[in-house]
């Protein structure tokens, strides 16, 4: 089950949190719509920018105006995120992609149009801020047009399911074998890359671990 637009607008992810197992709470649409407004007030005039890391390069999901290829200072992205749900389950966890302190991230700043940035913004809360285990917050990335300030999202560090600095031979084995509602974690490692190569981003270290990971796929098949 891939996560499309209407699948996240009809809040299919706090779905999945209620029937899930014990311990995972959704936010309701009063916090999320507070958790948005701290950040990007109502009144707010202008296009909103969005930096996409992970899956929102390959699958954003919104309606946007532009994007381009950019950068942001202090911050890389890694696997440090456990997932029992989506890309994994509660007796084999998965993990997926957040921003960590330290280094740089190459990704995608979209452009998000004023007339629709409140109601595209409610969608990526839904799917990115369902639970608390991102801090939403303005970053400035820098493109080949310029600075921009863009709202991203950081890992929380003092959530539970924060998986810290795992080494790479263990991340690959549980990004490996670790399946969930949504789908491989393995699909979700080999669509970043995928895309990543697509828009010239180099990441070695997603590239190393995707090598590591069909290893370890190879090991697991007897191949």
């Known amino acids: 089950m891939g996560l499309t637009r209407e699948s996240i607008r009809d809040g299919i ?26 950040l990007v007030p109502e009144d707010h005039a ?9 899956s929102l390069i390959w699958n954003p999901a919104f309606h946007f105006t532009e994007s381009a290829v950019g950068t ?3 911050l890389h992205r ?3 995120l456990w997932t029992t749900l989506g890309r994994g389950t509660p007796e084999r966890p998965g993990l997926t992609l957040g921003l960590d302190r330290g280094g740089s991230c190459r990704g995608v700043v979209f452009r998000i149009d004023a007339a ?8 990526v ?18 493109t080949a047009a310029g600075d921009v300030r863009a709202i ?19 991340t690959a084995r549980v990004i ?15 669509n970043t890359v995928a895309h990543l190569h697509q828009l010239a981003i180099a990441d070695r270290h997603l590239e190393e671990l995707l090598a590591l990971c069909r290893q370890v796929c190879r090991e697991n098949s007897g191949g």
């Open 176 to 190: 490996a074998e670790a399946s969930g509602r949504i789908g491989p974690c393995a699909e979700y490692l080999e």
């Open 72 to 74: 942001v200072h202090g």
């Open 13 to 38: 992810i706090a779905k999945m949190l209620a029937e899930g197992p014990p311990g995972f709470r959704a936010l309701s649409e009063a916090e999320l719509e507070a958790s948005l407004s701290a």
């Open 125 to 142: 809360w839904r799917r990115e801020m369902v639970s608390d285990a991102y801090i939403p917050r303005w970053v400035t990335v820098r």
């Open 116 to 123: 629709q940035a409140r109601e595209e913004l409610r969608i």
């Open 152 to 170: 991203t999202f950081v890992i929380n560090r003092a959530h539970e399911r924060y998986a810290g600095r795992l080494d790479d031979r263990r």
């Open 78 to 80: 890694r696997f440090c």
């Open 46 to 54: 202008g296009d909103v920018h969005l930096f996409g890391y992970g």
